[in-house]
Each structure stands twice: as C-alpha cells, then as structure tokens.
C-alpha cells in the first residue's frame, strides 16, 4: 500500500456561483520514503492539489471529486478534528515564504515548542529540549540562545531551517514543500534542499517537492509529476522523462531553459503563447493552442492518461526533436 | 571599439540617521570601487545574490542613486554630475526593464496610453500612434494590445510592454533589472529570445542584471560576479564558466542544479557554508572570507586587487594560481565544442 494515493482528485473555485476546476482528474502515489516533484507553471494546479492533500484549501476551493488515501484512510471523510491531528502528525508542510508562515510576534522557540507539545504531547521542558535538538539538526547554531528570538531576527534561509524544524518536530511520514527556496539565494537554496534530502532520508521521510525548477527536479527527485492546465500530462521516472520526454510539454520545457551544461549559443526554443488560464475553457487537450503537434482530435477530446502520459501523440524516440 | 558606457571607481553608500537629530550613525556599503565599461552592442550581466550591490549599482547607471564617488561615462560624457535638464538627453538614451511588469507600468493606463506617454514627454517628432503600434509589433504584440490595460494582459505580455515602453526612445543601453526573473518558464523563453533578437536588430546594449546564471550566461557576452559591493571575478561568459578562478564563482556555478539527472548524479556538491554576511557590517579584508572554503590569515586583514588573468578575464582573490579548478566537465565539454 503506498503512503498516499491520490485518486481522480478534481477541486474547483467556486465564485459567483460559477465552478472552475483548478484541478482536473488527479491520480497519482507517493510511497514511503520517495521524493517525488511536482512541476508546472503558474495555474497548472501543483500547489492547490497538495493544499487539497493537506486539508488547507480556502472556503471557495472544494474537492469535487476523488479519493485522497493516506495509509489507505479516506481523508475527506475525516472531520475536521481528526484531519488537525494529522496534520504535523503524520504529514506536514514547508511553504515557500516563511516570513508569512511563521507568527512575527512570536518567539521561535514558542512555536517549535507548541507544535511539539500539541502533537507528541511532551510536558514544555521535553518539548523545549526537543525544539532545541531540532534547531540543531537543521544547521541553527547557538540554538539554546536563537530560541528567544523572534522571525524578523532570522535571514530567509535561517527562517526556512526553522519551517523545516517545525515540520519536522513530530516526524511525519510526509511532508509536502511547496517551492520551499523559490525566494532564496542560490547559494543557501542549495543548503536548504541538501538538509531536507539528507533529513527525509534519515528519516525515511517521504516527500513530495513542488518546484517550478527543473534543475532542482533533475538533482533531488527519483519521481516526477508534469502539471498542466490542472493536470498531470506526464508522470514518471525523472531520468527517463528528462532523456526522452513523451509528453510535448515536458519537451517544451526542457528546451525552454538556458543550461549551463551546454553550448551558450543553443537557441531557446520556447513554447509559444501563454500557460492555460483555469478561468478560459479549452476544449480537448489543455495544451492544444501551444503544442507544435496538435491535431484535430487533441481540439476535441481530453487524451486519456495511459502508461505515464496524457496526449494523444505522444513522442517516442524517432519523434523526439534532437535536444 | 570605445566604450558605451564607463562606470569608474563607483561606490555607492547609504547613510543610516537615527534620532530626533538623524545623526548618521553608519552607513550601507552598497557598492564599493568598481570599475566595469560596456561595449557598444554587447550584452554584459551583472550576476550576485542579495545584497550585492548589483540592483544599487544598475540604479546608479540609471541616474536613479548617485554615487558617493568615482563617476559614469556614457559615449564620452561623465553623467554622474548631470541634473535636471542636462539629464534629459542622457534619459532618451538610456532605458530600463525591470523585474515586475506589474507594479512598473501604471494600471489605471492601457498600454497605448503608457507607451503614448513617453514619446510625448520626450517630445517625440512624428505620428504617436504608428510608432505605438510599430512598438507593439516589434515586441510581438497585435494593435489591439494598445487598448488593453496592465491586468487584463499575462506575465508575459505585460513584460513586452515593458519592453516597448523601453525601446520607445531609440536608446542605446537598456538596463534589465532581473527582467525575466518573475516570469513562467515556457515564458521567460520567449522574452530571453525577444531580448536577444532586438539588440541584435537595433544594435543595442543591455546591462543585464540578474541572479539565474543559466540565463545570464545565456544572454551575455561578459559578465561581472558581484558579492557585498565588490566584483569578485569578471571576464567573458565562456571564460567564466569554463574556469572560474574566483572560489565565490566556483560555488555559485555550482549551486545551480543542471535539469539532468545523470549529469546531476555524476556530480560531486560542495556547498558554501553560512550566510551572506550583512552589507551594513561587511567583514574586513577580502569580503567573502568568512564563507570561503580556502581562505587564509591574509584574507581577513587585506582587500584582494581584481588581478588580471588574460583575455577580458579577472579575479579578485589571493589564491587566484592555486586555485585553478574548472568546473563541471560537461560545462567544460560544452564551452569547447
């Protein structure tokens, strides 16, 4: 059984009355111990599904549809309370800005402390003994002292460590990063992603990394889910989708990045026009306005998602356009 | 070929006042001694984490900070003393592209109207209108974008009407602040190539400031790293990447995750210990000693001169002859081919 599996999950906005699907017909698995990344671009549906997973999404975001198993329990129907004890417990999150995640009127300790003591239940000298081992594991020297601070005393980087610690004060099995180093220096991102793969495999922690970022994809996932348009187009062992995408989008996006591992005078090959916006309804295939291949039936009907990809012309390896 | 523009022995520091007198009781060292020209027609980035001095240093350029010392030479004429009036001729020459398209173009104006306004300002001689269109279409926008505003556009679009707005002048130089940083991308792609292709067309000059290194090595010919206000190593792009001697570039080349797998398996990562030190208490000596991997006592005492290498190629370090490594092999293989 894998720790969670995720089946025909469909959220939508509801606004005035009018229901968008954010995201659309969602399946996939993570299992215990694996990281698997998420990409996509703006509107592609990546964050509100793993909001959906952690039962976060906003008044006006509904699950219409699907099955959401973690350790084979339905997590929609949890209530509310049992899905509070879950959460930290059994599964956890880093956001992208910890900043706006973390109380600024709160001392550091004091909020490591409360998560501990409200989910392993340890009297506050355990709890503060704990919050101090976790500072430390997550590289926050002089932790005894950086307890007392407050979050604007803590650099982007410091104040990510602090989110991980959190998220991890319980050991959940999962944890969820949504673009945890999107707003951080490239030089403390690559701190920040080596002490969460060495920490996820410490612990056997299974994580699930949302990322924009397909270098970031390449070094520290195993797994790899390409979003679309509120769908996953392409999903897969990472390796075998960078050599030889099937899906045109995940093509167009390895090609779209300017690579340090090759000659800089490589022309870009981007993907024409704009991501998919939820709010404008595209018939067929999400993707068919941008995709080099599309043909009339990609205009008409949704492809189906069979062995790792949904398109109806998938590439193979005569297809494929020379990288 | 002679220099576009000149930036010497600029350094840029900000007082900080406190109390009821603003008495300074210290200031920020934004940008510290540095000297850089730009060759008309050519692409040079400004590359460096927070905190830098790569943005004060692009404002400055802009006539936006002034410096505390040294001086801007644009086409032969020092620009940093100009005021007022003087300055609106070095204003045409000279745009801008910054990183947000939507907090830089006034939402209460469709695009026509933003673009319409700054030929009217500069007192532009000719139809308004045909060059508002020819902008759009050379930044692959319909006419009919002209009648749209700020929020009914993409990302991506808001950005080419950044550009157009930028191009409006005929300038020679165009500073891009991290202009494609906020983008998607599917569409940071495309505005890579739309920049590119313009100054290809127009002869132009960018000063391209950005953190991405792919993308800066991608778009510029040379480049200069920058750390707490200094130029740490400077030279062509394929001098840079093939042989970064200054140990800051070394550890940022390697930072950034290739989007390959193999490759990214087959390579060994070292990574910077520590922070970026404040910019309002810089460490003494050589600024980047306190993250240094092979820093030694003289580091912390004395500043390191930016030395020559060869070629356009310089560094800043006091181990520039041991430390010779290259990096990657694959980036190695890839700058030789």
């Not at chain 1, 003994?129 to 950086?146: F, M, Q, S, T, Y």
């Not at chain 2, 080419?160 to 130089?173: Q, S, T």
Request: negative net charge; charged residues 20%; contains cysteine.
């Amino acid at each position: 059984m894998p720790l969670l599996d995720t089946q025909n999950l469909t959220v939508s906005l509801t606004q005035d009355g009018i229901e968008t699907p954010l995201v659309r017909d969602v399946s996939f698995s993570v299992e215990r111990g694996e990281t698997l990344a998420i990409v996509g671009e703006s509107g592609s549906g990546k964050s509100v599904s793993s909001l959906a997973i952690m039962g976060l999404l906003a008044k006006a975001l509904q699950i219409q549809s699907g099955r959401i198993l973690f350790e084979g329990r339905d997590l929609r129907h949890l209530d509310d309370e049992a899905l509070r004890q879950m959460r930290g417990r059994d599964m956890s999150m880093v956001f992208q800005e910890p900043m706006t995640s973390l109380n600024p009127v709160r001392s550091i300790g004091s909020q490591i402390i409360e998560s501990i003591e409200e989910n392993l239940g340890f009297s506050r000298s355990d709890a503060r003994a704990r919050a101090i081992d976790l500072l430390k594991e997550v590289g926050v020297a002089d932790a005894e002292r950086r307890l007392k601070q407050y979050p604007h005393h803590f650099s982007g980087g410091m104040r990510q460590r602090v989110m991980i610690a959190i998220a991890l004060a319980a050991e959940p099995k999962l944890i969820i990063a949504d673009e945890p180093t999107t707003a951080l220096d490239v030089t403390i991102q690559a701190q920040i992603l080596d002490l969460m793969a060495r920490i996820c495999k410490d612990h056997g922690t299974a994580l699930i990394l949302i990322t924009h970022n397909l270098g970031i994809v390449a070094r520290y996932a195993q797994r790899v889910n390409v979003m679309y348009g509120g769908r996953i187009v392409e999903s897969g062992n990472a390796r075998a989708i960078y050599n030889a995408p099937r899906h045109p989008y995940s093509e167009g996006l390895l090609q779209s990045v300017p690579r340090l591992d090759q000659d800089r005078s490589i022309p870009l090959k981007p993907i024409q026009g704009s991501p998919a916006d939820p709010f404008t309804s595209i018939s067929g295939c999400r993707f068919h306005p941008r995709c080099p291949y599309a043909a009339d039936i990609c205009k008409q009907e949704v492809p189906p998602f069979t062995a790792g990809v949904a398109c109806h012309f998938p590439l193979t390896a005569d297809t494929l356009e020379p990288a | 070929m002679t220099a576009l523009l000149r930036i010497d022995d600029v350094s840029v520091h900000f007082p900080i006042r406190k109390g009821l007198l603003q008495k300074q009781v210290g200031e920020v060292r934004a940008v510290e001694g540095v000297t850089l020209s730009l060759k008309r027609g050519e692409a040079f980035g400004l590359v460096g984490e927070s905190g830098c001095g790569k943005t004060t240093l692009a404002r400055t350029v802009l006539r936006l900070v002034d410096p505390t010392s040294g001086a801007i030479w644009f086409d032969g004429t020092n620009v940093s003393g100009l005021r007022g009036k003087a300055l609106a001729p070095y204003r045409k020459q000279v745009a801008a592209i910054f990183q947000d398209p939507f907090s830089s173009l006034n939402p209460r104006m469709t695009s026509g109207q933003i673009l319409s306004e700054v030929l009217h300002v500069h007192a532009f001689d000719g139809s308004i209108p045909d060059r508002v269109s020819e902008l759009l279409s050379l930044c692959g926008l319909a006419p009919r974008f002209a009648d749209l505003y700020p929020h009914e556009m993409s990302g991506g679009q808001r950005q080419r009407v950044g550009i157009a707005r930028a191009l409006a002048l005929d300038p020679e130089l165009i500073v891009c602040d991290e202009a494609v940083s906020a983008l998607d991308v599917s569409i940071q792609a495309q505005i890579i190539n739309l920049l590119e292709e313009l100054r290809v067309k127009f002869g132009l000059t960018y000063l391209f400031i950005g953190h991405d290194l792919s993308v800066v090595r991608h778009l510029c010919d040379r480049l200069a790293v920058m750390y707490l206000g200094r130029i740490m190593e400077t030279g062509t792009s394929d001098e840079i990447f093939s042989s970064p001697r200054h140990p800051y570039t070394q550890a940022l080349i390697d930072a950034v995750p290739a989007p390959d797998p193999d490759g990214e398996d087959a390579r060994e990562h070292v990574n910077l210990a520590g922070e970026i030190p404040s910019p309002l208490d810089p460490p003494s000596g050589c600024v980047f000693h306190t993250r240094c991997p092979i820093a030694f006592s003289k580091c912390a005492t004395d500043v390191p001169p930016l030395q020559r290498l060869g070629g356009h190629h310089a560094a800043s370090c006091f181990a520039i002859d041991q430390n010779k490594k290259t990096t990657d092999p694959k980036i190695r293989n890839a700058q030789s081919q």
